[in-house]
């Protein structure tokens, strides 16, 4: 049934930001309610200011698919809002643009397609606002995504950008979004002259460009150009939350396994009767190595190479002290996930079926697999249960917040359990402290653009 939305302060506060301006970035914090904010922004805009008429609102394709309308059934004052999915075939798409709808929700990657496909008719796009859930999607300005969003963005009369994780590799991660809100007013028409303004370079021996440190006070001036057109807000200042336990789960390999894994590295080889596993660079040894710590790595002919399974045995223990309840199990390499099903015949995937998001929320799972990349945004799975385990980490800052806020979000009445299973003395304990140094770059620029909702409320009064 669908329930009366009763906004907090901050919800008001950003629903206001979107409605002020027609160009503007919310970074809310997972379980803040973005999607929410921005729908009742909408419906106020089309039914109330007439300002606007149809929304296009581009996102991650399981979000597409499951969350937004999802959201338009939860409330009642979003009931009557009309809605089209321009997902599925091409068929399908085409379909979807021809009924007449106030939101129309697409996936990333059928972006392109959507612009060739009026340009080709010669059409201008029918959309008079764009929202772009998870704008952090485009923190790449050399990917096609943002090429072609760059070349329409203008096209739309208002822009919201949503995400959480507006910098999860560095302050050099912020120019393409910004650049898609204010075109360039506040960092430069272009990334290089935002590297030269902001950064220099630190150049390795071959003098080679290795990486880029920002200027005395250019963090500073930075956030001060853009606090006008973006706000942040964390959950831990506006939400009872209940407390979240990060937890360390060691296995340590024998001595067999310990060998295998430092010829690895130091040789970049193992040779094996079904298969040599090999590294022929440094990228592809991280690859190896975290494989390795994960139980089993691929070998030169794409078959799986088994080394142990410490991690299996780890992930036995915290099922067997979960004592039946609901667990969600994210993997990193598809031999991770197909060891895991078969160790545990219960284990049911994300993309099983079109009910496993339901079904989890219901508890009728007891161990949900996903990948980050597919399940790490978005999603709401915290009435589903409070126990997550990290089978193999990822690099992303992005994707570990992401998926971490799939159960530790608003709504969630336990205490939240994270449990890590890393290899003792391995790459996976690399991953982990990279992953906690970008999370305290990502809050220095959270905390830069903090929303002051009581500072304004008073210069409004």
């Not at 040789?267 to 040894?285: P, Q, R, S």
């Not at 089993?296 to 088994?306: C, H, L, P, T």
């Amino acid at each position: 049934m669908p329930q009366e939305f009763i906004p907090y302060e901050y919800q008001k506060y950003a629903i206001e930001q979107i409605i002020n301006h027609e160009r503007y970035a919310l970074f809310l914090d997972m379980g803040l309610g973005k999607t929410v904010s921005t729908l009742t922004a909408v419906e106020q805009l089309i039914y109330d200011h007439l300002e606007i008429e149809k929304v296009l609102v581009v996102a991650p394709l399981r979000v597409a698919k499951h969350t937004w309308d999802q959201e338009i059934f939860k409330w009642t004052h979003l009931n009557h809002l009309r809605v089209s999915k321009i997902l599925g075939n091409e068929k399908q798409r085409r379909q979807s643009l021809m009924k007449d709808a106030d939101i129309y929700i697409i996936n990333v990657d059928n972006l392109v397609w959507l612009i060739n496909h009026f340009q080709n008719r010669k059409q201008d796009l029918p959309f008079d606002m764009l929202v772009v859930d998870e704008l952090s999607g485009f923190k790449d300005p050399d990917s096609e995504r943002f090429k072609h969003l760059r070349k329409v963005s203008p096209l739309f009369r208002r822009f919201v950008g949503l995400t959480g994780t507006p910098s999860p590799n560095g302050l050099l991660d912020l120019w393409s979004q910004i650049y898609l809100i204010d075109r360039g007013e506040r960092l430069g028409q272009t990334q290089g002259y935002y590297k030269m303004r902001y950064f220099y370079p630190i150049q390795n021996g071959r003098g080679y460009h290795k990486k880029y440190v920002l200027r005395p006070e250019a963090e500073k001036n930075i956030y001060e150009l853009i606090s006008d057109i973006c706000v942040s807000m964390k959950s831990e200042d506006y939400l009872d939350l209940p407390e979240r336990i990060d937890n360390i789960v060691t296995v340590q390999l024998s001595n067999k396994e310990r060998a295998l894994y430092n010829q690895l590295q130091k040789e970049k080889i193992l040779e094996f009767d079904e298969g040599d596993i090999v590294a022929d660079n440094a990228g592809a040894l991280t690859q190896k190595l975290l494989q390795l710590a994960n139980g089993a790595s691929y070998n030169e002919d794409q078959g799986v190479q088994k080394i142990h399974n410490r991690k299996l045995k780890a992930l036995e223990t915290i099922v067997e002290e979960a004592q039946g309840q609901s667990i969600l199990v994210f993997y990193s390499f598809q031999h991770d996930r197909d060891r895991i099903k078969k160790k545990f015949k219960n284990a049911v995937q994300i993309d099983d079926h079109d009910d496993v998001i339901a079904d989890w929320n219901k508890g009728n799972i007891q161990m949900l697999l996903a990948h980050p990349a597919s399940a790490g945004h978005g999603l709401n799975l915290q009435e589903g249960g409070h126990i997550m385990v990290w089978f193999g980490l990822p690099w992303s800052l992005e994707l570990y917040q992401q998926a971490n806020a799939r159960l530790d979000r608003q709504g969630q009445t336990e205490t939240v359990i994270v449990h890590h299973i890393l290899a003792e003395n391995t790459i996976d304990q690399r991953v982990l402290k990279v992953l906690q140094g970008k999370e305290k770059g990502q809050n220095d620029l959270i905390d830069a653009v903090k929303a002051e909702i009581d500072k304004v409320k008073s210069e409004v009064s």
